[in-house]
């Protein structure tokens, strides 16, 4: 089932719409998921239309609050302290880079699954992209057609990218925190599940969809850029893992 069309009239039905077909091939039909770092529950509602069970969980109360008003099937719940399941699935949708401890993180979704359940991770690489990569990315938010709809007060990060002659520096300092890097997550998901896929994706197309208005001009523009990314991006950071158990 495709996205509804007045859905795709927004940019973030891009981003959504690449996370929901990466997490729904991988489901059984009418499959029981949760969704750890649900946010506003975009992802959660497109699995449920599509006749998924889904149960959503973020930290963010006032995230969760917002989802609950739009229907989403969304608790307010830590991890790994959330108790539930058994589960089909268990997605990290760009969550488990900050979910500490990892091990525990990573143990605790093997304990919600089923025996035939199935891990899985979207997140990115933050540390992978070199100079070449950031500097597209530059250049696509320096554009012409990008700058006329961007609003770059909206995030610290991309104000910076925008402005700065050493983007590299700008691009390390915001991400010089404590996040999980891609080769630690895997350490541990390896310890506790088969590894059945990982593949590395597009990424960077996502930090324009909360500075965008929700236009169709706007959603163009993202797709634009995700198809860009795809073909011209020195190194794609993101990355799928799709996990089962041992």
Same mark, same amino acid.
């Given at each position: 089932?495709?996205?509804?069309?007045?859905?795709?009239?927004?940019?973030?039905?891009?981003?959504?719409?690449?996370?929901?077909?990466?997490?729904?091939?991988?489901?059984?039909?009418?499959?029981?998921?949760? %969704?750890?770092?649900?946010?506003?529950?975009?992802?959660?509602?497109?699995?449920?239309?599509?006749?998924?069970?889904?149960?959503?969980?973020?930290?963010? /109360?006032?995230?969760?609050?917002?989802?609950?008003?739009?229907?989403?099937?969304?608790?307010?719940?830590?991890?790994?302290?959330?108790?539930?399941?058994?589960? $089909?699935?268990?997605?990290?949708?760009?969550?488990?880079?900050?979910?500490?401890?990892?091990?525990?993180?990573?143990?605790?979704?093997?304990?919600?699954?089923?025996?035939?359940?199935?891990?899985?991770?979207?997140?990115?690489?933050?540390?992978?992209?070199?100079?070449?990569?950031?500097?597209?990315?530059?250049?696509?938010?320096?554009?012409?057609?990008?700058?006329?709809?961007?609003?770059?007060? /909206?995030?610290?990060?991309?104000?910076?990218?925008?402005?700065?002659? $050493?983007?590299?520096?700008?691009?390390?300092?915001?991400?010089?925190?404590?996040?999980?890097?891609?080769?630690?997550?895997?350490?541990?998901?390896?310890?506790?599940?088969?590894?059945? %896929?990982?593949?590395?994706?597009?990424?960077?197309?996502?930090?324009?969809?909360?500075?965008?208005?929700?236009?169709?001009?706007?959603?163009?523009?993202?797709?634009?850029?995700?198809? $860009?990314?795809? /073909?011209?991006?020195?190194?794609?950071?993101?990355?799928?893992?799709?996990?089962?158990?041992?």
């Amino acid at each position: 089932m495709a996205i509804e069309t007045h859905k795709m009239m927004k940019p973030i039905a891009v981003a959504v719409g690449e996370t929901v077909a990466f997490l729904a091939v991988h489901l059984p039909p009418s499959a029981e998921v949760l %969704e750890v770092g649900c946010g506003e529950g975009d992802v959660a509602l497109e699995l449920q239309a599509r006749g998924h069970h889904v149960s959503g969980l973020d930290s963010d /109360q006032e995230v969760v609050a917002r989802a609950r008003r739009r229907g989403a099937p969304v608790v307010h719940a830590t991890w790994p302290e959330f108790e539930g399941g058994p589960f $089909d699935a268990v997605a990290f949708t760009r969550s488990l880079h900050h979910i500490g401890p990892l091990d525990r993180a990573v143990v605790k979704a093997r304990e919600a699954l089923r025996p035939h359940g199935t891990l899985l991770v979207e997140d990115f690489a933050f540390d992978e992209a070199d100079e070449a990569t950031i500097a597209w990315f530059v250049g696509v938010l320096r554009r012409p057609a990008t700058r006329a709809l961007i609003d770059p007060s /909206q995030s610290e990060f991309i104000s910076e990218l925008v402005a700065s002659d $050493d983007s590299a520096e700008v691009w390390h300092r915001h991400h010089n925190h404590e996040l999980h890097n891609v080769p630690t997550m895997m350490r541990s998901i390896t310890k506790h599940f088969n590894i059945r %896929e990982s593949l590395s994706v597009p990424y960077l197309y996502r930090y324009l969809v909360p500075i965008l208005p929700d236009t169709p001009e706007a959603a163009a523009l993202v797709r634009g850029i995700f198809e $860009d990314e795809t /073909q011209h991006a020195g190194a794609l950071i993101g990355r799928r893992v799709v996990g089962s158990l041992r």
